[in-house]
């Protein structure tokens, strides 16, 4: 499978001790939201923000077609929808809680190998 295909969306989180009080609030995707738009838009949406610790990532999406699934790096990779924990409202929070990489993809079957 090639590693293009798949639909995901990689966020690096840095520590902020300075910024540890009130975090900055994102919405993934800006005004097209969590949709099918590939991981180059995703990422290149991504690589324009400086995360940290503490940050809020709103996730906006038609949940009769799409979900939130954040994953481990392995089944990012590999389009495994086995989930750390899986967000299906439509509207989802999500705050990370320590530094490092986070990984989300949709969950819908095919739609992480779809793009
Ligand atoms: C998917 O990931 C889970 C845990 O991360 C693992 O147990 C399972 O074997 C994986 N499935 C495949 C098909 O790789
Ligand atoms: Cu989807």
Not at 81 to 109: E, L, M, N, V
């Amino acid at each position: 499978m090639a590693l293009s295909n798949i639909a995901t969306l990689v966020f690096v989180v840095m520590m902020a001790f300075s910024g540890a009080c009130s975090g900055v609030v994102y919405r993934v995707g800006d005004s097209a939201g969590w949709t099918s738009r590939g991981l180059a838009d995703h990422n290149n949406w991504a690589s324009t923000k400086d995360f940290n610790v503490g940050d809020t990532l709103t996730f906006a999406y038609n949940n009769q077609f799409h979900k939130v699934m954040q994953v481990s790096d392995q089944d990012f990779q590999s389009c495994n929808a086995s989930a750390i924990s899986t967000y299906t409202s439509g509207s989802d929070t999500i705050t990370p809680k320590r530094p490092g990489h986070c990984y989300f993809h949709c969950g819908a079957p095919g739609h992480c190998q779809a793009g």
